[in-house]
């Protein structure tokens, strides 16, 4: 089965950061696009992406985007804007937001919570499913994805169990503790 499948995760706990502003980046997001062993929540059927089905797929070229489209790049790993990790708990991100029109409206769209959800693109590898009858439905394990072209970020997630988040940059922690701080001795004084 070679066919280019999208699935949608949620974003709910998706880590944002603001960067500092000679970067040419806006900010950072964060989280996983996928949690191994999970099972989706918006599809027709239950699917579950087994621990180790990234193994040996090439991710080197694997783009961000926003919403499936190729002409709203965010980044993409080999210019270095967006990193993947597969661990034990699923394959994470971490996302360079750019300073551009779309890098603002999906950055500003995360931080309020109106974009939840994280998709990805990918075929499954020849015999990489199987079928079983679980509690009485149908669910798809998928064991091995022959590529993975794209992550994007999306209004409505297929597995609830993916994060996204800004992260916060230790300059902002700072100045949000200095604030506080300035806040507690003015209301002491007053």
């Known amino acids: 089965m070679n066919e280019t499948e999208i699935r949608a995760t949620d974003l709910s706990n998706m880590e944002v950061r603001s960067a500092d502003e000679n970067s040419g980046f806006i900010g950072e997001i964060a989280g996983y696009a996928i949690v191994w062993d999970t099972p989706s929540t918006n ?12 193994k040996d797929v090439d991710l080197s070229e694997t783009l961000a985007l926003y919403n ?3 002409g709203n790049v965010l980044g993409r790993v080999d210019s270095g804007t967006l990193k993947l990790t597969i661990d034990e708990h699923g394959l994470h991100f971490v996302l360079q937001i750019p300073n551009t029109t779309l890098g603002h409206d ?3 769209q995360i931080k309020i ?3 939840k959800g994280l998709s990805f693109r990918f075929t499954v590898a020849d015999n990489g499913e199987s079928w079983k009858n679980v509690n009485g439905e149908a669910t798809r394990f998928i064991s091995k994805i022959a590529t993975m072209r794209e992550i994007s970020i999306v209004s409505v997630p297929a597995y609830d169990d993916t994060s996204v ?4 940059s230790f300059k902002e922690f700072t100045n949000v503790q200095n604030y506080k701080q300035k806040v507690l001795i003015a209301l002491e004084t007053y």
Do not use: M, S
């Open 68 to 70: 499936h489209d190729f």
């Open 165 to 168: 988040e800004v992260t916060r």
């Open 43 to 54: 599809l027709p059927f239950k699917e579950v992406i087994e621990f180790g089905a990234l």
């Open 113 to 115: 919570g109106n974009l």
């Open 106 to 108: 999906v950055y500003e």
